[in-house]
């Protein structure tokens, strides 16, 4: 919400001049940008949660192997969430190289977290019979 109050603030700014519209438009670009970069490394997080699930559901208690697999669910959807929230934002960016770059990384990311959860979700399945 803080990142999205910056884009508001810089959309509220004056514009009457050339120089203003021209500060007004870098000023946009540059909150836009860290408005998707949040996300992103969100998304860049859920890799981190991803691999150390991986002893979780491997070696973890299988009493609470189910605790396990709800918390797989989770990182999924929060994936997903953090992706669709970069998205958003690409349209608003003037910049093709950051744009191109940004939802490369971000598809690559949700790509794998799509393969591996499911894998890891078999696993805790496996372990719970």
Do not use: W
């Not at 003037?94 to 696993?123: C, H, N, S, Y």
């Amino acid at each position: 919400a803080k990142a999205f109050d910056m884009v508001m603030e810089a959309m509220r700014l004056p514009k009457k001049t050339e120089e203003e519209q021209r500060i007004r438009e870098e000023k946009i670009e540059e909150a836009t940008k860290h408005a998707t970069l949040i996300p992103l490394d969100t998304l860049k997080l859920t890799l981190e949660v991803l691999e150390v699930s991986k002893p979780v559901v491997e070696h973890g208690n299988v009493n609470s192997i189910s605790d396990a697999g709800v918390a797989l669910t989770t990182l999924l959807s929060c994936a997903e969430g953090a992706y669709l929230n970069v998205l958003i934002n690409l349209p608003g960016i003037k910049d093709e190289e950051f744009k191109e770059k940004t939802q490369k990384e971000a598809e690559e990311i949700l790509e794998r977290v799509r393969r591996e959860v499911p894998e890891l979700m078999e696993r805790v399945k496996e372990r719970m019979s």
